[in-house]
């Protein structure tokens, strides 16, 4: 059988407990995305939702222990002015080497 996939409807990252209002501020004042209402039945479950590119992006919380790979990864513009604007939000900014993209 082959699976016939339409798109991605979401990505959930998952972010420290009590870590909410630090990360609505990176992503929402700093980075200008889009917070979207949660569905009632699963709002007292706490997090939040986001809007980017036509695509939610979901922050949850959870009991993290030490240093986490967990990222979302945005293709973007314009990158030296956007490393610029980061620094001047005082956003640390971590160099990597870029991953060769899949055709």
């Known amino acids: 059988m ?6 991605i ?8 407990k009590g870590e909410e209002n630090k990360t609505r501020q990176f992503y929402c ?12 039945v699963i709002k007292k479950n ?4 986001l ?10 919380t959870e009991d993290l222990e030490g240093k986490s790979k967990r990222h ?7 990158l030296d002015e956007v490393k610029e604007y980061l620094k001047q939000q005082e956003v640390r900014i971590k160099e990597d080497q870029g991953i060769p993209r899949l055709t």
């Open 2 to 7: 082959k699976i016939t996939f339409k798109k």
């Open 9 to 16: 409807d979401h990505v959930q990252i998952c972010i420290p």
């Open 29 to 40: 004042d700093i980075l200008g995305l889009n917070e979207i209402e949660k569905p009632k």
């Open 72 to 78: 979302p990864a945005f293709e973007i513009e314009n």
């Open 46 to 49: 706490g997090s939040f939702w």
């Open 51 to 60: 809007e980017i590119a036509g695509i939610q992006l979901h922050i949850g």
